[in-house]
């Protein structure tokens, strides 16, 4: 069985951020194949393109719909998900408050 850690919580954020922007998108991505499979119900369509969104996807995604301002900090979360999946580095709570912060500061002004 596999431990839940509080890693799994942040990256729960991360999916539900995702679904969201998904739903809203209008980007290649959200109207892919590998897009529409991140929204159906059957958690082994899900599972299998988890990874593929992680690695990639997010990098050469540019958002264009009304989540648009969430781009910089979810592509930043990606990195650091699959970076952590890597053990490259390891994802904490902390970490992700910067990602967010970093990516308010970018935001144009109004």
């Keep these: 069985p596999v431990l839940h850690t509080f890693y799994h919580d942040l990256e729960s954020i991360f ?8 739903r809203e998108e209008q980007s290649y991505l959200a109207l892919s194949k590998r897009g529409a499979s991140m929204l159906c119900s059957k958690v082994d369509k899900v599972f299998s ?5 992680l690695s990639d996807a997010f990098g050469t995604m540019a958002f264009i719909g009304r989540f648009k301002d ?14 952590h999946h890597k053990k490259r580095r390891t994802l ?4 992700v408050i910067e990602m967010a912060d970093r990516a308010l500061e970018s935001l144009p002004p109004g």
């Design 15 to 22: 999916w539900g951020l995702t679904y969201l922007v998904l």
């Design 49 to 53: 393109q988890k990874q593929s969104i």
């Design 70 to 83: 969430l781009e910089q900090f979810l592509k930043a979360f990606a990195e650091a998900c699959w970076d």
């Design 92 to 95: 904490e709570f902390q970490g």
